[in-house]
């Protein structure tokens, strides 16, 4: 067997100018302020990003399954929008969304008021989880990536924060003024270089890339990199692009299990018991954290260490790490909500326990999506991405609504232990399945998901 060696595959050794680094920075903290202003929008709603809210009330409203059934039914639109239009008019589109789900805000409060609310922040949501990690992947370089992508955690946490400072109505002009902020936002931002390639429009695509690493468009790093995105991209027009291709893809197909399994695990992860801090501390019978920061808090330090630790760790050993450390924090405090249970001494134990799930699960829940949007090609990313997306939206509307039941029959604390052997489960297949991703091209992810028959 012979091997060769073409100049596609050499790594680019050239300097890039250090500007480039802190304008795909800067881009895309201003892309990630929709996340910001979702989370403020939050604290209007019934529901979250996550499996639940912070307090879940004993029946789920209408206005949640309004909520999550507005983003089942949005995502694949949105997807379908950037692979058709663009990702930029895909954000527009977003930033427009988030605009209109504020008027209800505006009207006085009711039961029409409220759903239209809910169905117009699920749409939103559908766009704002699947887009914009796009977005930003396609317009950061690899050294960034993964960090650019988890701002969506450390943006929707702190959102959740304002409501510690600010009252209702103050809120509302905070939402505002973040809506109107993002309509000017837009006007910085320019089409990936990924998508244009998509299109076969190279002279544009090189264009872009340039003026995001701030050099000359005859750079030999702008047209290494865009050779490279299009030999990614004829790679897979030959192999075909539809759902049906990408089924009978292994490689795909394989990339689209990971993204299954890491978003169910997430799903199911527990976070629907725990973000709620008074069930999960019930059994102090005392109020030791009346303004329930405690959550937020420690979401948004969760938010933060994953923006810092994914700029140099490999994306499954910080995942294992922040799974693991869930299971160790939830195993010792479904201990302290038996039933019948009154915690008499080591009360400190529950609390700081509780601080360690939250701040674990914020290291999380953004790391499936920065996974997927890293080892998912060009011509599927968008797809395949919503595909599984709208799966999990279904899996949380199946959990909320049968959350109640369960809780009834085996308590809160058994289901802790499930939830924690979920959690274990994402652990060992996020060690054993997900491949090396940090400063890998798509080309080399694939490598790795490729399948090697036992007999040839």
């Not at 195993?331 to 249970?341: E, F, I, K, P, R």
């Not at 326990?353 to 953004?366: D, H, R, T």
Request: with cysteine; proline share 3%; glycine share 6%.
């Amino acid at each position: 067997m012979v091997f060769t060696i073409s100049s596609k595959n050499l790594e680019i050794t050239q300097d890039v100018p250090k500007g480039c680094v802190w304008k795909q920075y800067f881009l895309s903290f201003m892309l990630s302020f929709p996340f910001f202003t979702q989370g403020v929008q939050t604290t209007s709603l019934s529901a979250s990003a996550h499996s639940g809210h912070f307090s879940i009330p004993d029946d789920v409203p209408w206005s949640t399954t309004a909520l999550i059934v507005g983003t089942i039914c949005s995502a694949p639109v949105h997807c379908y929008i950037i692979d058709k239009w663009g990702r930029k008019f895909g954000f527009y589109v977003v930033i427009m969304l988030q605009g209109i789900s504020c008027i209800p805000l505006l009207l006085s409060p009711n039961e029409i008021t409220v759903i239209m609310l809910h169905i117009l922040a699920g749409i939103t949501s559908g766009g704002l989880f699947t887009v914009l990690p796009i977005y930003i992947r396609e317009i950061c370089a690899d050294e960034i990536r993964a960090s650019m992508v988890a701002l969506m955690a450390l943006m929707t946490s702190a959102g959740y924060l304002v409501e510690l400072v600010m009252t209702d109505e103050t809120l509302l002009y905070v939402m505002a003024g973040l809506v109107l902020f993002q309509f000017l936002a837009v006007f910085l931002t320019i089409e990936t270089p990924s998508y244009l390639v998509i299109k076969n429009k190279l002279e544009v695509a090189t264009e872009n890339l340039a003026k995001l690493k701030c050099v000359d468009g005859d750079n030999q790093l702008v047209i290494e990199q865009v050779s490279k995105l299009k030999d990614e991209s004829e790679r897979a027009k030959m192999n075909g692009t539809n759902v049906l291709k990408i089924y009978r893809n292994k490689i795909w197909l394989d990339a689209t299990k990971i993204g299954l399994v890491l978003y169910t695990v997430m799903v199911f992860s527990g976070s629907i018991v725990f973000l709620d801090q008074e069930k999960t501390l019930q059994q102090l019978e005392t109020t030791a954290d009346p303004d329930r920061i405690l959550v937020p808090v420690c979401l948004s330090a969760g938010g933060i260490t994953t923006v810092i630790f994914m700029r140099f760790l490999e994306r499954k050993y910080y995942l294992t790490f922040a799974y693991s450390t869930m299971v160790l924090s939830m195993g010792t405090l479904a201990v302290y909500t038996q039933a019948d249970l009154t915690v008499t001494e080591f009360r400190w134990v529950p609390i700081v326990c509780l601080a360690i799930l939250v701040f674990s699960y914020g290291m999380a829940w953004s790391i499936p999506a920065v996974i997927m949007v890293e080892i998912l090609n060009i011509e599927i990313r968008s797809k395949t991405l919503g595909i599984i997306y709208t799966y999990s939206q279904i899996l949380k509307l199946i959990h909320v609504h049968t959350f109640q039941y369960l809780k009834e029959s085996i308590g809160v604390y058994t289901l802790l232990y499930i939830f924690s052997c979920v959690n274990l489960f994402g652990a060992v297949y996020t060690i054993s399945k997900v491949p090396d991703i940090k400063l890998k091209t798509v080309r080399q992810v694939e490598r790795q998901l490729k399948r090697i028959p036992i007999l040839k």
